[in-house]
């Protein structure tokens, strides 16, 4: 299976010929290949891992694909005039489903707190073929999985740079790296993959750096 990274909290990622996209929002520039996608998954409703064009971009490329996401996604969905005639399943933590070649689990159910004057919406982490882990905008962490590779938050208003390298520390990947960076500099990214990078090695991991475009053969 291979994972390409795109800018901010998206992924594509390939097994047998086919395609899983996670999180293609609003921060993140229109992947060239939108063929073959058999599923899109949606973490939680804000815009920067879901737009309306974005989605009406794959289903037009792959009308077969199916976009799984918490309910308020669906709601969001429903209500925005953009995204009319986009269908969503509705997942929720606990479920697990099998869209061939990939077997998305979920968890979590709830978006990390921001403030508390702003409503806490849903969210949902997924794990695909027990191999890679994206936690959305939450620090929900697998219990009981053995998580191979995490897509690690390093940047968000709701992050704080040590909650994060706690999140690496609880999951213990073999494997981490880097996503939702860009609310950060170049800089202040720096800063948290050295952080991040520490939380990995911890447990016996490692982090790897990726550009947008840039993948990874798991």
């Known amino acids: 299976m291979r994972v390409t990274k795109h800018e901010h909290a998206a ?6 010929g ?7 929002g609003g921060y993140t520039m229109p992947p060239e290949r939108l063929t073959q996608v058999v599923a899109v998954v949606v973490t939680h409703e804000h815009a920067d891992h879901w737009t309306p064009e974005h989605l009406s971009r794959i289903l037009a490329a792959s009308p077969a694909a199916r976009i799984f996401a918490p309910q308020g996604v669906a709601v969001a969905i429903a209500s925005n005039p953009a995204a ?6 509705v997942v929720a933590p606990g479920e697990e489903l099998f869209v061939a070649p990939f077997t998305l689990r979920f968890f979590g159910g709830r978006h990390a707190v921001i403030h508390e004057s702003m409503p806490v919406v849903d969210n949902v982490g997924v ?15 697998p219990d009981g999985v053995d998580v191979p590779v995490l897509a ?6 709701w992050l704080k740079i040590g ?6 520390l609880a999951v213990a990947p073999k ?4 996503i939702h960076e860009m609310t950060l500099s170049r800089i202040g990214q720096q800063m948290g993959h050295g952080r991040l990078a520490w939380a990995a090695e911890q447990g016996g991991g490692s982090l790897v750096v990726l550009e947008p475009g840039e993948h990874l053969e798991l």
């Open 152 to 157: 690690a938050p390093v940047g968000a208003p």
């Open 84 to 89: 009319e005639g986009i269908e969503v399943t």
């Open 175 to 178: 494997l981490a790296f880097p």
């Open 163 to 168: 909650e994060a390298m706690d999140f690496v």
């Open 18 to 24: 086919s395609r899983l996209m996670i999180d293609i």
């Open 127 to 141: 794990l695909v073929n027990e191999t890679l882990y994206h936690p959305g905008d939450s620090y929900a962490v």
């Open 11 to 16: 992924l594509t990622l390939e097994a047998q």
